[in-house]
């Protein structure tokens, strides 16, 4: 079969890889992919934008494409789904409908609301002023997120009243007409991915990202610095109330409301203090980095998987497989990411980190002749597995040592809740 990747980060490189690893995948395209992509044995790159559909749909029926994976929220909260079903192309990602469950907080608060789900408890503003006297009300820590697509960066964790409403002007200064003000859950945090095909819902190994830039889980926040998987907090017991409370809920509420949800549903979860999940917020992709972390230890077919959930029978798909150990992903950063960065940087060292047993994902590099550049705040996902996280973690470290260009940053504590 033939498969196209819509994105160009680390995650489509990921998905890409793996989906390649299936004896039935003979081709893969992304668009418009990146430079791991490019150098990806039996995947070409496109030239289409995640949002140009008119030639992606053109490209997929001319060349009988078999399945188009969506990876970012952009091009799902736009509809293409919606648009690349009307010429009957399966697809694996929800509809517009189903992707506001990350594209407006507000709603999906609500749908979980009304779900009996297990939330943080908030409001929803598109005035300033209304905003800031919610916060003066309620007192800190509190949360300030934008009520839209950010792509990982709209949330403010604020620790004072002054911080909290700092973020609301600044959140609205920058274009977000709508904002969600919360209660800052305290805990742990744990990212589940689920697949479903709108009433089965199958959950991948737990992973835990790490969203701030700095060591310690200080700074600002980003896409993610790293994560790991299988992450410990996530026992058996909890997986069962995930799914039972949680998972199973969310895809009851969303039939209820005439969505077909065909996907990924990630559950961004704090666990309490009490061991209670709570639901942070929803997103309808892959996660990335969690992606680069689960893949790699995945042993089910990946495009068997997808398929079974486009085709409506994951009920009857036989239990996931997965390759025993760890996986711990290290985010190679441009120096100044989150903010304002340099592109263009020539990267070296790939090939000697591959040989000391990572796999590098690919997200913000272009290829340029020979030549491979930096494109992105987050440039590279270096990914080790290993029989536990120790072996992991010291593995990628050492691979990362062999990676360099010039500005690049990364954490060296990924993975210090299991160490």
Not at 70 to 88: F, H, S
Not at 216 to 229: I, K, Q, V
Not at 328 to 350: H, L, Q
Request: glycine share 10%.
């Amino acid at each position: 079969m033939k498969v196209l990747v819509v994105g160009n980060g680390g995650r489509e490189h990921a998905l890409a890889w793996k989906l390649l690893q299936s004896p039935q995948v003979e081709q893969c395209f992304c668009t418009p992919g990146n430079g791991g992509t490019a150098l990806l044995e039996g995947c070409e790159n496109l030239p289409y934008a995640v949002d140009d559909f008119a030639n992606i749909a053109e490209f997929v029926q001319k060349n009988n494409i078999d399945l188009v994976v969506v990876g970012p929220e952009a091009p799902l909260a736009k509809g293409i789904t919606d648009y690349l079903q009307r010429y009957n192309i399966k697809v694996f990602g929800p509809t517009q409908a189903g992707a506001q469950i990350e594209s407006s907080k507000s709603w999906a608060k609500k749908l979980m609301a009304g779900a009996g789900i297990a939330i943080a408890q908030g409001e929803t503003f598109n005035n300033a002023d209304a905003a800031k006297a919610y916060i003066a009300q309620q007192g800190a820590p509190i949360v300030v997120k934008a009520d839209t697509l950010a792509a990982g960066k709209g949330v403010i964790v604020a620790q004072t009243i002054q911080e909290a409403q700092a973020a609301v002007d600044e959140l609205m200064e920058t274009g977000f007409s709508s904002i969600v003000v919360e209660e800052c859950l305290q805990g742990e945090e744990v990212s589940i991915l689920a697949l479903t095909d709108g009433k089965t819902v199958r959950p991948l190994l737990p992973a835990q990202d790490h969203k701030r830039i700095g060591e310690g889980d200080t700074g600002l926040n980003t896409g993610g610095m790293g994560a790991y998987a299988p992450a410990p907090i996530a026992t058996p017991d909890l997986l069962e109330r995930v799914q039972t409370e949680i998972l199973e809920p969310t895809v009851s509420a969303l039939r209820q409301q005439g969505i077909d949800y065909c996907g990924v549903l990630y559950a961004g979860l704090m666990v309490t203090a009490e061991g209670d999940p709570k639901v942070l917020e929803y997103n309808c992709r892959f996660g990335d980095p969690e992606t680069q972390a689960v893949l790699p230890l995945l042993e089910t077919s990946l495009d068997e998987l997808l398929m079974a959930c486009i085709e409506g029978r994951l009920e009857a798909f036989p239990p996931l497989q997965w390759y025993e150990g760890s996986a711990v992903c290290v985010v190679a950063a441009s120096e100044g990411y989150p903010g304002n960065y340099e592109k263009g940087n020539v990267i070296t060292g790939i090939k000697e980190a591959e040989k000391l047993g990572a796999t590098v994902f690919q997200a913000g590099t272009q290829l340029q002749g020979d030549r491979l550049l930096t494109d992105g705040g987050r440039v590279l996902g270096v990914t080790s597995r290993g029989k536990d996280f120790n072996t992991a973690i010291e593995t990628v470290y050492s691979c990362m040592e062999a990676i360099n260009f010039p500005g690049q940053y990364y954490r060296r504590d990924i993975g210090h809740r299991v160490r």
